[in-house]
């Protein structure tokens, strides 16, 4: 079955850090590709997408790559920002069926 | 912009209780969905319905109920609550396609007692 893979962390950085978060996915066909971030207290909110191979999803400074020969999607971030401590979750959504299938998440804490 | 939107946010119930967990959301999606998150577990997926009158179990069936009698709602139903169900639950909706994203609401946090 489908299947993501993240480093469940958690991460601690310093402000203005270059941030790496990894995931792997298994899956059949050619999923979608997703990242969420979670504030605390908050819902899950779409941080950025990728719905085929070699796109390049971006938003707020964050940015992943589609990338079909590793099949990863690895969230990166130049400098961080105390702002961005959350948890953040790795997702796809296949082309055969509807559902979605998340990671474990990851929780990032910025320290000033 | 309403999006999803989910009541109670909050609800303590005693073991054997019974509730539902009310979801609508107003962008016309035909997919909706529910979670519940635990700790060190994610998202796991309880029920989904991809229109209204249907609907099909995800990972974690089990004490749960859906029914999809319209578009917007997508009601959980706990018939006889258990600490186990003890959780945040997530509401969700999508375009049914396979490049739309999910939108999710507040949360509902639940205690079982």
């Known amino acids: 079955g489908n299947s993501v893979t993240q480093m469940e962390g958690p991460v601690t950085l310093s402000e203005e850090a270059f941030l790496t978060i990894n995931c792997t996915y298994t899956?059949?066909?050619?999923?979608?590709l997703f990242w969420y971030v979670q504030y605390p207290g908050e819902g899950l909110q779409l941080l950025l997408k990728?719905?085929?191979?070699?796109d390049k999803g971006s938003n707020k400074g964050f940015e992943a790559t589609y990338r079909k020969e590793t099949t990863s999607f690895h969230l990166e971030k130049g400098s961080v920002q105390v702002s961005d401590s959350a948890v953040y979750f790795c997702?796809?959504?296949?082309?055969?069926?509807?559902?979605?299938?998340f990671g474990p998440g990851t929780r990032l804490s910025v320290l000033p | 912009n309403a999006g999803v939107t989910q009541t109670p946010k909050f609800q303590v119930l005693k073991t054997g209780q019974s509730m539902t967990l009310q979801c609508a959301q107003d962008?016309?999606?035909?997919?909706m969905s529910w979670y519940r998150q635990d700790p060190g577990m994610g998202l796991r997926l309880i029920h989904y319905?991809?229109?209204?009158?249907?609907?099909d179990q995800g990972e974690v069936p089990n004490g749960y109920n859906v029914s999809r009698s319209t578009t917007e709602d997508f009601p959980l139903r706990l018939l006889s609550a258990a600490p186990s169900q003890t959780s945040v639950y997530f509401c969700?909706?999508?375009?049914?396609?396979?490049?739309?994203?999910?939108?999710f609401g507040e949360g509902s946090r639940l205690t079982v007692l």
């Open positions: 997702a796809l959504r296949d082309n055969y069926g509807q559902n979605f299938v």
């Open positions: 969700a909706s999508s375009r049914d396609d396979d490049t739309g994203e999910l939108f």
């Open positions: 899956a059949t066909g050619y999923p979608s």
């Open positions: 319905s991809v229109g209204a009158g249907i609907t």
């Open positions: 962008m016309n999606h035909e997919y």
């Open positions: 990728a719905t085929k191979a070699d």
